[in-house]
C-alpha cells in the first residue's frame, strides 16, 4: 500500500497508540472540558465565598492549559511530553483532592462521599502517573 497525501495512516504510524493515544485525548479534552463544566457552576460562588474560589479557578485554568499542552506534546512525541505529563497529571490531581478537602469551591457531595472521590482521584491520576513511569511507548519518546 502506497502512503501519499490521500492515504489514511496507520495510528500506530505516528508511533502513539494504545493507551498513550487515550491519554493524550483525556488530557487534550476531557480535562478542559471537565474544568469548563465545573468552572460554569463556580461562577454564582464568587460573590458568596469570595476569593477563595477565584484563586482556586485560576489554579484549575492553569492546570487544564497544562494538561492540554502535556496531551498534545506527548502526542507529538516531543521529549518534554511525558515529563510535562506528569506535572499536569500532579497538579492537576492535587488540586482536584485539594477542592474534594477544603470548603473554598462550591460542590454537591453528599456528606460521607469526600474520602470516595478523594480515593477515586488518586487512583486515577496516580494510576496514569504510573502509566507515564513504567509505559515502553513513554520511555521511546526520550530517545
Not at 34 to 55: I, K, T, W
Not at 64 to 72: D, E, I, S, V
Not at 114 to 139: D, E, F, H, I
Request: proline share 6%; net charge positive.
Amino acid at each position: 500500500m502506497t502512503t501519499g497525501p490521500l492515504h489514511h495512516r496507520d495510528a500506530t504510524a505516528d508511533g502513539v497508540s494504545g493507551w498513550l493515544r487515550l491519554l493524550c485525548g483525556l488530557l487534550m479534552w476531557w480535562e478542559p472540558i471537565a474544568f469548563a463544566m465545573v468552572a460554569a457552576g463556580a461562577f454564582n460562588a464568587v460573590s458568596v465565598r469570595g476569593a477563595p474560589v477565584v484563586l482556586v479557578l485560576l489554579a484549575r485554568t492553569v492546570a487544564a492549559a497544562l494538561c492540554f499542552a502535556a496531551g498534545r506534546a506527548l502526542l507529538d512525541r516531543r521529549p518534554s511530553g511525558p515529563v510535562l505529563g506528569q506535572v499536569a497529571l500532579g497538579l492537576s490531581g492535587a488540586l482536584h483532592v485539594c477542592v474534594y478537602l477544603t470548603p473554598y469551591f462550591p460542590s454537591n457531595r453528599m456528606p460521607g462521599d469526600t474520602p470516595l472521590y478523594v480515593a477515586a482521584t488518586l487512583a486515577y491520576y496516580g494510576g496514569w502517573l504510573l502509566y507515564l513511569s513504567r509505559s515502553k511507548q513513554v520511555a521511546a519518546i526520550d530517545r
